[in-house]
């Protein structure tokens, strides 16, 4: 095995997560903690009127019969009062069980009969394009679920016609009422709370199965917490953005942080309206999964070159230059040439401008997470003059593990190991960790949570990677994702895909060729590049599935597949590829929740165009 890379351990100060909340509290008192925005525009609330809240909130949960131990679900998009539950659930005494507001009716089901849930929060009857509302969704689940006695709701006016549930402004009446009555049971609780009790289950994505319960407890996102500030990634003076789903652990992490260095938070309760907070709310901070900066990359790009005249032919010029400069970088080498200069000066100072207003004018970074990042993409937002920091980590570490950081940032890397873990390469080239961030185990599963284990005591993350000589960590693969072809070559199918989603074109996709004779992919496409690019040859008014049909977007996507196979071996080379009539998209089940392809279903759904590009002949 290689040498293992550790760091001094961070200072641990906090019994629990709701203690480190006191301290905040104490600290910041009056400070504004927050901000939402509401149909009559954006509130702040202070960290004495979020502690009030919380007090109140869980002295209505003790009221109601919850006890220590107990598990309470929370399902709803990002907001503040989603943390608001989360707090008053740990001050209770009880384990909050996280889901995702996008979860089926029966995936709902399952984690709450699994995790033997005794209450849950649901913000209101909001649907995702066409589905089941949230609360139709749990009371419908709740006929099958004995145990589940409370649901309670953060919007009291999305209330289902004839269904009687707690209101939050209720239960929080309950609480302050309680709270009189027993002015002794809320510090108690909380004292109660022991620094290796679970704070909370989050449950895995599940593409391979059920779902497991992966249980982290309040010494992890302590640790956590003080971690970001150690390591200095973030300071007590940001204003950070929050729109991951709380469900991830990606964003317990920054709501753990945020408890430990007290920045303003800005809840984004609808990722569609990114845009629109990032330009109202002005963060200087935004933590986001690399689907979003795809998309701003792609967006930016096909603004610049749709430009008519000149304009637009620099551009093309400018972006070819920028090309070959990422690929030097990529490869360790550095580049400069006359048009390189010419295009920072003329095109990319303007889309630096209109990026920077876009995302509210005072952003200082953003860090990545979740999945990996291509770095073509954070060569471009470094030339823009915004930092990607990329970290790495999952579910089972409390996400971070590693992570990139302001001064000391190597893209193409995911940085170095958090100060108090460590981290190690295993003889098959998989990475293993050690730590306060790691899980305690699989809630009910003692058969998973020894096979995740190694026999000394070390996580094993199913991911491939390796370390530099400076401890930098590059991930270069999922152990379970390497794909075999039937020659025995062994192939990364997350290099190639993230190499060509820089592609216009490209919206999705996804690299087949696991026993197979050679690779192939399949392709989603940008459908606002393919209507551009058809309307320049006079076709116009097709459908999504029509577009993916036409010879002039085929060839399109082909010199994406020819350019970036000229610069792999033969047997790694993608021969053939099949554009699907519809996007991935997470409303089909075929994204996880922070946008990552769930490779088995998507081969499970397409295999019959997987197979067609291996039963015809080559050409």
């Keep these: 095995m290689i040498a293992a890379q550790q760091q001094p351990a961070a200072s641990i100060d906090a019994k629990n997560l709701v203690d480190l909340f006191h301290q905040r509290v104490a600290a910041s008192s009056s400070k504004v903690a927050g901000q939402y925005k509401t149909p009559e525009g ?11 809240r919380v007090r109140k909130i869980a002295n209505g949960l003790i009221a109601r019969g919850i006890g220590a131990g107990d598990r309470v679900g929370i399902f709803a998009a990002t907001r503040m009062e989603w943390c608001l539950a989360d707090l008053a659930i740990n001050a209770a005494g009880a384990i909050t069980v996280p889901i995702y507001a996008s979860n089926t009716a029966e995936e709902c089901q399952f984690i709450l009969e699994n995790s033997g849930a005794r209450a849950i929060f649901v913000d209101g009857d909001v649907g995702e394009k066409g589905a089941d509302g949230r609360l139709t969704r749990i009371l419908n689940a709740q006929t099958k679920l004995p145990s589940l006695k409370d649901v309670i709701v953060f919007d009291g006016n999305k209330i289902p016609a004839g269904k009687t549930v707690a209101v939050l402004a209720d239960v929080e009446a309950e609480g302050e009422k309680y709270g009189a ?41 302590v640790y956590e917490a003080k971690c970001v500030a150690d390591v200095h990634l ?23 942080a945020w408890l430990g260095l007290g920045y303003v938070t800005v809840f984004c309760d609808n990722v569609d309206r990114l845009s629109e907070f990032l330009a109202e709310g002005k963060p200087t901070v935004l933590p986001a999964v690399p689907r979003v900066f795809e998309k701003v990359y792609s967006g930016v790009i096909q603004k610049a070159l749709a430009t008519p005249g000149f304009k637009g032919k620099l551009a093309a010029w400018a972006f070819k230059e920028f090309d070959a400069y990422a690929q030097a970088r990529k490869s360790g080498q550095d580049y400069s040439s006359l048009g390189l200069s010419i295009g920072k000066k003329l095109v990319f100072s303007k889309v630096a401008q209109t990026l920077r207003e876009r995302m509210g004018g005072n952003i200082r970074l953003c860090v990545s997470g979740s999945a990996p990042l291509a770095s073509k993409i954070a060569y471009f937002f470094e030339m823009t003059g915004i930092t990607i920091l990329e970290g790495y980590g999952l579910t089972e570490t409390a996400a971070g593990t590693t992570v990139n950081l302001p001064g000391r940032n190597r893209i193409g890397t995911v940085g170095n190991v958090f100060p108090g873990s460590e981290l190690k390469i295993a003889s098959d080239g ?5 730590g306060p961030g790691v899980m305690k185990e699989y809630f009910g599963n003692a058969e998973a949570t020894k096979a995740a284990f190694t026999d000394d005591g070390w996580f094993m ?28 070559k062994y192939i990364a199918p997350q290099n190639l895909e993230n190499a060509l989603k820089t592609t216009q074109i490209i919206s999705q996709v996804m690299i087949h060729g696991d026993r197979r004779k050679y690779v192939s992919a399949l392709v989603t496409i940008n459908e606002d590049v393919a209507k551009k690019l058809l309307a320049e040859k006079g076709v116009n008014g097709l459908s999504y599935a029509d577009m993916g049909k036409r ?69």
């Design 461 to 488: 993350t199913g991911d491939i990677g390796e370390i530099d000589k400076d401890g930098f960590l590059r991930i270069t693969d999922r152990k379970k994702d390497l794909i075999k072809t039937s020659g025995g």
């Design 42 to 52: 954006w509130k702040d609330f202070t960290w004495t009127e979020m502690a009030a």
């Design 234 to 256: 973030m300071e007590p003076n940001e204003k950070v953005l929050l729109f991951l789903p709380m469900a991830h652990s990606f964003g317990k992490v920054i709501a753990a």
């Design 551 to 619: 010879a002039e977007v085929h060839e399109e996507i082909q010199k994406a597949f020819d350019a970036l196979n000229a610069t792999l071996p033969s047997y790694e080379t993608i021969k053939k590829f099949r554009v699907l009539e519809q996007d991935l998209t997470l409303e089909s089940g075929d994204l996880t929740p922070t946008l990552k392809v769930k490779r088995k279903v998507v081969t499970t759904k397409y295999m019959k165009q997987i197979d067609s590009m291996y039963d015809e002949p080559m050409d």
């Design 181 to 221: 009555a027993n002015p002794n049971a809320y510090d108690q609780r909380v004292a109660g709370v022991q620094t290796d009790e679970a704070a909370c289950f989050i449950y895995t994505s599940g593409t391979t199965g059920n779902p497991k319960g992966v249980v982290l407890t309040h010494r992890a996102w």
């Design 430 to 434: 998989e990475i293993l960790i050690k």
